[in-house]
């Protein structure tokens, strides 16, 4: 992006619109369709929004009124989240399928409307339905009202840089197979930088991202992880990264070599181009590749684009670059390098600074411990089963694995129905305690129950979570994503969560502000947040595979006593089941 020289221009470029008197409504057209895209020498019919993979960046300015027409047109059902916007008040736009809403139809169209309010940043969207995010997904940034508060505060250029996955195989059918057999799903085969996998994969020389810098400059890169099934390593060949922004709140900036980001996650970091270059070698891989944490199958490859110094006018910034010629970064993360992602998330902290204070809970009003699971369970008569000893894999939250309902939950609770599609009670701790993390993965098993229970809290209830995961089958990395609400990570550990040991040992100065956290394998993460967002709220793993076998429940938060504490009522357009 070049420089411009009118006001509007200079404010995007250095990334705040300060004057509230800009503060509107935006509006914003999406249609769902069918694209057909190449890609690994195979052309396929991609479900896309506006015809576009990855599909079209929104931007708004923190405090902007955003409304987003989304029309289907496709004969299949469809969802759309904005991850990361708490939705306060609004959660019929939150988006997730059976939870907030029912499914926009083939042929019908349904508005979303929310504000943006206390919050700037990265985040994304991303269709919340089935496996549909891997197509459908882009970048939604809002632009800060003040600069941004760390040095410098103006940047060449803003570049979003979506992570996501390529399956040449037909999305819905390699979820089917996984839920009608209950083996592990067949992995991707490629990972894309903004949806082009780069020259190490078959017939993708043309299909790799280049970006044009020039040197001394400083650019801010939106990193957002939009892969189904893995989180990534990433890093630039000869450069280091200053983090400074993850899951749009600011933090206390600090370089890295490497970014360990989780699938609904997002960073920004900013590049600094002051590395030597010769006119031979004027390009520096960027690449990303998975960190290993599961016995599935994964996809054992990397997705590499470049940035190229620009040291003249005359040289083409399209040069196809050859696999022969890529220098991968050294700098890359090994992708069971569990130490480097461990360093990576303690160097996280808030910003806790008087213009953006750290507002963590210092006392709780109720703490939920939840150990994350994954199951067996036996074959029913006539079933083929795929999974490990002859059985299906499932997942679960404190043993209840979640069904989605066949019509909304918000609904069913706004409207208050007797027979409602969930029940309350979900339990608040493990059904049982024993060594979480110790027990012997191929003999023991808890047979999770299967149904819709939530958790329920009363407004403005002070909550802590902790995430505990367990090593049923393997342990594993699990990013949890927490609908409605931005929560604390107080604490993190391995082994098993210990109140008695690990209390005393939390961050509650400045511990980082997330939606998403990457619980770590084989451990445990506390989360704690202020209940105050009413509504029905999604918590789930965003790896949708673990998603699919039911490792998800919902949180309802209920009004409180004033009116402006309540959930607003439905929209007229809200989709019908």
Sequence with gaps: MGRCYLLFGILVLAGFLPSSSLTTTRRFQFIVEWKNVTRLCHTKALLTVNGEYPGPNIAVQEGDSVEI???????????????????LRTGWADGPAYVTQCPIRGGQSYTYKFSVINQRGTLLWHAHLSWQRASVHGAFIIYPRMPYPFSPPLFEAQIPIIFGEWWNADIDAVENEMMMYGGGPNSSDAYTINGLP???????????????????????????????????????????????????????????????????????????????YSSHAPTFAMAARPYLTSVFPFDNSTTIGFFKYKHNTTMSTKK????????????????????????????????????????????????????????????????????????????????????????????????????GPYSTGFPEKPPRTFDYTGVDPLTENMNAEFGTKLLAVPYGTKLEIVFQDTSFLNVENHPIHVHGHNFFIVGRGFGNFDSAKHLGQYNLVDPPERNTVAVPIGGWAVIRFKADNPGVWFIHCHLEEHTSWGLATGLIVYNGPDPSQWLLPPPQDLPEC
């Design 320 to 419: 196809t670059t050859t696999a022969t010629t890529i220098t991968m970064p050294h700098n890359l993360p090994r992708m069971e390098d569990t130490a480097f992602a461990t360093q990576f998330a303690d160097k996280l902290r808030s910003l806790a600074s008087a213009q953006y204070p750290c507002n963590v809970p210092k006392m709780v009003d109720k703490r939920v411990i939840i150990a994350i699971s994954l199951n067996l369970q036996d074959c029913t008569a006539n079933q083929t089963c795929k999974g490990y000893n002859g059985k299906r894999f499932y997942a679960s939250m404190n043993n209840q694995s979640f069904i989605r309902p066949p019509m909304s939950l918000l609904e069913g609770y706004y409207r208050n129905l007797t027979t």
């Design 198 to 276: 780069g020259p190490l994969y078959p017939c993708s020389n043309k299909d790799t991202f280049i970006q044009t810098v020039e040197h001394g400059k400083t650019y801010l890169l939106r990193l957002i992880n939009a892969a189904l099934n893995d989180e990534l390593f990433f890093a630039v060949a000869n450069h280091t990264l200053t983090v400074v922004e993850i899951d749009a709140v600011y933090t206390k900036p600090f370089i890295t070599t490497a970014v360990m980001i989780a699938p609904g996650q997002t960073t920004n970091v900013l590049l600094n181009t002051n590395h030597q």
């Design 69 to 87: 027409k989304v029309t289907n047109s496709v004969a299949r059902n469809t969802t759309i989240h904005w991850h990361g916007i708490r939705q």
